[in-house]
């Protein structure tokens, strides 16, 4: 067994509005900027204001990838905070806190009371500054030094002038002191310096955005939506930078159907939505079917039936994007297991959405969406871009264009309308011919669901990448997984794998499933003598379709329905029934 | 300069006599007289009867969805500027199924035109009520006649600044066609609604009974007066006014966007190698 590696868990609560994604983001960018790895994931509620909400980052000389029931320290903003989760701290843990704002004087050891208001006020000449004070005070405790935050104050402050940006770096020293002197406890921390290494710190939604821009989308239409709005937010930033039209639709109805009209005029499109406005864009997903145009789709899960948990987590839509749309056409589901992975699977879906004139989906939910984790890069030589669309130049040699000119691999040329010459693109909802023109004849039905469905198919399957197996090669026990549950399921096979054959496998290209001939999958399921799938959702939705496509049944499923992520502890917990 | 002839597509499968035909005729005359090309127009349909003008006209056609004519057409619009941009649908279309997509449009002012064939009745679904049916008009499935008031788009375009807002009647071709350059030429969203008779399911708004009423706006009307144009637009019983209601300059929503300032979006080169250094600002 090697030397324990270090880690720790700190979680920052209070009400919605005080700031806790600002400490948050902060100290997760500290620790990345030191060297750490760093894994956060934010639980809030549906509200702008009050409530309790909370940030929780884990930091670590090892690789991470979930995260964790219990805390090392607890960064109180108010009574609530210390009410609800003092349960959660670690014996020896720390509970900071500001008797003050608190309004209790709290003796028990592990509490550490430090006046955030008092010196943000003597300090700063401000009471706003109290959360710089207290992330000066987090690092304090754990005496990591306060270069990096300095320069992460200097970065977010510019723009708010010098004297704001003294200010708050002043207040972040005292804070820092007052924790340090203050903390009799605190080397039993024993933090070691990291080594020292360049880290991308970035959300699943950011990594998306990241994906789309580097594939060549040019267009995104949504209708806010959490947690799907981060990607809107990401790209609307970026649209001058890289000349992006970002367009907020007046419902979901027309934020795809605006993705459609862009893609069909000739510019990679993407919209993105949750559940419920996905449920909108139901009929206009069809229509990408019919007119065979390219559109990537983002569908960021959020608990359902309705309005659900709007801001909490659940993989429930998994059978829904499997089955939406009137009608049949071909479609492809990627849903990554992490943020280096939403990056690629975005990069993906642009490229077969195009290649393959279809729509694709980037299926997550809010877990993913707002994790922040971190990796040394994001594998940019991977990066893929082919322009499948033609222009005047493309089509020398064509004199009779035809939209949906029939084809044994069901792909016809995709030219750019008002760019192709004289050419002319017809594309039209109702079933047509080889022109886009309106026909009602059944041969010409026959001949058009092969070109755009079946014909498609076969070709589409051979695209998807198998699962990723980790762990024992030929495992008794295979805990199966798909999209975000990725991290928490490596984490508890490494932990169980000392003593156990266990293996992960998981599904990040969930739809069409991937082809037995380059990895039997199902064989190396039949092998074992335990097979869990595990899934963030009650009914088992992706058991069900492995079921469905293969026939293979787990000997047994986990579920967790509860609107919350499974952490490193619970999921062990409920491991232990079967293992 | 293009002919009649090039403009010529499918044959159309309306009921003989249908106003539509002549709405058609006058968009191809239009787009003649202008000199545009067949491949220099985009005409975005939804679902209706007037949802299949694009196949008998030759040009770049999306035929969509019912109601979801103009998220089409105003992304179009962005993704390729350079392209004149029409959008066609019926009143169930666009008033109905579609309304909130051109209160929407209104909004954003992009530089299409959005011509409505409204025959004040669902043709394509057998005579159903319609936004603009008569209040009180019996059908198939309005056994107590029709409950709602009906809809003035007009009225509500104006109400909403829309920037062109005009009436045609497809029985007065030449005029409808006039009205049709005025909106193609127009800089920005241009309503034009055009009174079309349903010869086969409203035996009430027929060819003569809008003869009987419709006027053409004079040369003393002034366009630019928005409560006189409101006003205009509230006109509709034994006279029914045509031609163009209301006009306002207002910024056109692609001139706004600084993405496609330069040149058409659809026309920028994209290089992955260009655009790898977003991932430093994530270090």
């Known amino acids: 067994m090697g030397v324990k590696f270090l880690e720790y868990t700190l979680r920052i609560g209070g009400e919605a509005g005080q700031g806790l994604q600002t400490i948050g983001g902060a100290l997760a960018k500290v620790f990345s900027r030191i060297g750490y790895h760093v894994f956060t994931h934010q639980d809030y509620m549906s509200r702008i204001r009050g409530g309790h909400n909370y940030y929780q980052i884990r930091f670590s000389d090892q690789k991470i990838s979930a995260s964790r029931e219990m805390v090392d320290i607890l960064l109180a903003l108010d009574l609530n905070t210390i009410k609800i989760a003092r349960k959660n701290v670690k014996d020896g843990g720390f509970i900071l806190y500001d008797s003050e704002i608190a309004k209790q004087k709290l003796e028990e050891p592990e509490f550490i009371d430090i006046p955030f208001r008092k010196i943000a006020l003597d300090v700063g000449k401000n009471s706003v500054m109290a959360n710089t004070v207290a992330t000066g005070a987090a690092l304090g405790l754990l005496d990591l030094g306060l270069e990096a935050l300095k320069e992460i104050l200097r970065e977010t402050f510019l723009r708010k002038g010098e004297e704001i940006v003294q200010n708050n770096i002043a207040c972040a020293e005292a804070g820092y002191k007052y924790a340090l002197t203050n903390c009799p406890r605190c080397e039993a921390f024993g933090i070691r310096e990291p080594e020292e290494k360049r880290r991308i710190l970035i959300t699943g939604l950011q990594a998306i955005g990241v994906g789309a821009i580097m594939s060549g989308c040019k267009f995104y239409s949504a209708y806010p939506m959490s947690p799907s709005t981060g990607i809107m937010e990401y790209l609307a930033s970026r649209a001058e930078e890289y000349n992006l039209v970002v367009e907020q639709a007046e419902d979901e109805i027309a934020a795809i159907n605006m993705a459609i009209g862009a893609s069909f005029a000739g510019v990679r499109a993407m919209t993105g939505t949750s559940g419920g406005g996905f449920a909108l864009m139901v009929e206009g997903l069809s229509l990408t079917g019919m007119t065979e145009t390219p559109v990537v789709i983002a569908e960021m899960q959020r608990p359902g039936p309705a309005t659900g948990f709007p801001t909490r987590t659940e993989q429930g839509d998994l059978l829904f994007i499997l089955h939406a749309g009137h009608g049949e056409f071909p479609r492809v589901i990627f849903e990554p297991g992490t943020p280096k992975q939403a990056f690629y699977l975005t990069n993906r879906a642009f490229e077969l959405a195009e290649k393959y004139q279809i729509p694709v989906f980037i299926q997550s939910d809010q877990y993913l969406a707002e994790s922040e984790w971190t990796f040394e890069n994001f594998g940019l030589e991977n990066l893929i871009y082919n322009d499948y669309r033609l222009r005047e130049e493309d089509l020398k040699g064509v004199t009779d264009y035809k939209r949906y000119k029939y084809s044994s691999t069901g792909i016809s040329l995709l030219a750019v309308p008002g760019e192709a010459g004289k050419h002319l693109v017809v594309a039209d909802s109702d079933e047509h011919d080889e022109d886009g023109h309106i026909v009602e004849d059944s041969e010409t039905r026959i001949k058009m669901v092969h070109k755009r469905l079946l014909n498609k198919l076969p070709l589409i399957k051979k695209e998807i990448e198998a699962p990723l197996l980790y762990g024992d090669s030929s495992p008794k026990i295979v805990l199966v997984g798909h999209g975000s549950t990725y991290g928490v399921i490596k984490e508890v096979v490494d932990t169980i794998s000392k003593d156990k054959k266990v293996a992960m496998l998981h599904f990040s290209q969930i739809y069409p499933l991937p082809e037995l001939e380059m990895f039997d999958y199902i064989g190396l399921l039949e092998n074992a003598d335990l097979t869990i799938c595990i899934e963030n959702n009650a009914t088992g939705q992706f058991a069900k379709l492995l079921k469905a496509e293969t026939g293979f049944g787990f000997s047994h499923q986990i579920s967790k329905y509860d609107g919350r992520p499974f952490t490193i502890e619970n999921l062990k917990e409920e491991l232990n029934a079967y293992i | ?283």
């Open chain 2, 1 to 283: 300069m293009p002919t009649s002839e090039e403009y010529k597509g499918q044959i159309p499968a309306w009921c003989p006599g249908c106003g539509n035909f002549q709405i058609l005729s006058a968009i191809k005359q239009a787009l003649v007289e202008l000199g545009i090309e067949p491949w220099e127009v985009l005409v975005v349909s939804g679902i209706g009867q007037a949802g299949k003008l694009p196949h008998y006209i030759k040009c770049h056609t999306f035929n969509g969805l019912h109601g979801r004519t103009l998220p089409v057409a105003t992304a179009a619009k962005l993704a390729n500027h350079s392209l004149h941009v029409i959008a066609v649908a019926g009143d169930g279309d666009c008033y109905g199924e579609g309304g909130n997509h051109f209160l929407h449009a209104i909004r954003r002012n992009p530089n299409i035109s959005m011509f409505v064939h409204n025959n004040q009745v669902y043709g394509l679904t057998k005579g159903q009520a319609s936004p603009t049916t008569a209040e009180g008009t019996y059908t198939t499935i309005q056994p107590y006649g029709v409950l709602q008031e009906s809809m003035n788009p007009l009225a509500m375009a104006i109400s909403q600044n829309c920037s062109f807002v005009a009436r045609g009647f497809a029985g007065d071709q030449e005029h409808l066609k006039e009205l049709m350059k005025a909106a193609i030429t127009h800089r920005g969203f241009a309503l034009l609604d055009i009174l079309q008779p349903c010869v086969t399911f409203n035996k009430i708004n027929t060819f003569k009974w809008y003869r009987d009423r419709v006027y053409k706006l004079g040369d003393d009307y002034d366009p630019y007066d928005h409560i006189k144009a409101f006003e205009k637009s509230l006109e509709w019983g034994d006279k029914i006014p045509n031609g163009i209601f209301y006009k306002y300059e207002r910024d056109v929503f692609e001139e706004r966007i600084p993405a496609i300032q330069e040149k058409p979006l659809v026309r920028q080169k994209f290089s992955p190698e260009e655009v790898k250094h977003e991932i430093e600002k994530f270090y």
